[in-house]
């Protein structure tokens, strides 16, 4: 299976939106809405953001939205803060009863 | 709260197995979830290895099925990884994490903090 599809990166100023697309196929993102989203920061272990496409586990700013469209999933950021400074990857389930993440996104503050 | 340490060599050599472990505390593995692991080698992103049930079945990323071994231990509540047939791009931070989606569906909510295992002669 291949990874999933991300933009290597992606930036914005403190107080703007950013969005961060997923891509997969209808064997993955398109068929389930199993996505989840987890955060990154340097030495630290990854954090779960987003799963089940738009749900928030408790604790998560509601900053933090998600959303899918066809086999297209997309992590939403708004209000940006310095600390939202991370690597981003998604995660889908697989209809072989596995898992794929994506190849990760480096976001900027600016 | 539940919490994940990995453990175990931090060098092995080429053509050896990866042996680690994963041991739970605040949480039963008993009581269900799939718990898995995950690598990420360095500068690379996030790779899914395989994930396991309280029952033993697994599940396993394809393209290393052929050299994972996974088992758990509901006694001393932990769970093990071993990857055979080592090389140089086994080389990552090996993490555990529960999946708390109710099977394997990717819904990691708590991790270990990883364990660095470099592959080298």
């Known amino acids: 299976q291949s990874a999933l599809t991300q933009p290597a990166s992606v930036s914005g100023s403190p107080g703007q939106s950013i969005t961060i697309s997923c891509t997969g196929t209808s064997s993955d993102v398109g068929t389930y809405n199993l996505v989840s989203w987890y955060q990154l920061h340097p030495g630290k272990a990854p954090k779960l953001m987003i799963f089940e496409v738009t749900k928030r586990p408790s604790g998560v700013s509601t900053r933090f939205s998600g959303s899918k469209s066809g086999n297209t999933a997309s992590l939403t950021i708004s209000g940006l803060q310095a600390e939202d400074e991370a690597d981003y990857y998604c995660c889908s389930y697989v209809d072989t009863s596995t898992l794929v993440f994506g190849g990760g996104t480096k976001l900027t503050v600016l | 709260q539940v919490q994940l340490q990995e453990s175990g060599p931090g060098l092995v050599k080429p053509s050896e197995t990866l042996s680690l472990t994963c041991d739970v505390s605040?949480?039963?593995?008993?009581?269900?979830?799939?718990w898995g692991w995950i690598r990420q080698p360095p500068g690379k992103g996030l790779e899914w290895i395989g994930s396991i049930f309280r029952s033993g079945t697994s599940y396993f990323n394809p393209s290393l099925k052929s050299r994972v071994t996974m088992s758990i231990d509901k006694y001393a509540n932990h769970f093990s990884l071993r990857l055979s047939s080592t090389t140089a791009a086994d080389t990552a931070v090996y993490y555990c994490?529960?999946?708390?989606?109710?099977?394997?569906?990717?819904?990691?909510?708590?991790w270990g903090q990883g364990i660095l295992v470099t592959v080298s002669s």
């Open positions: 994490a529960r999946d708390a989606g109710g099977y394997n569906y990717g819904q990691f909510d708590s």
């Open positions: 605040g949480y039963s593995i008993s009581s269900g979830y799939f």
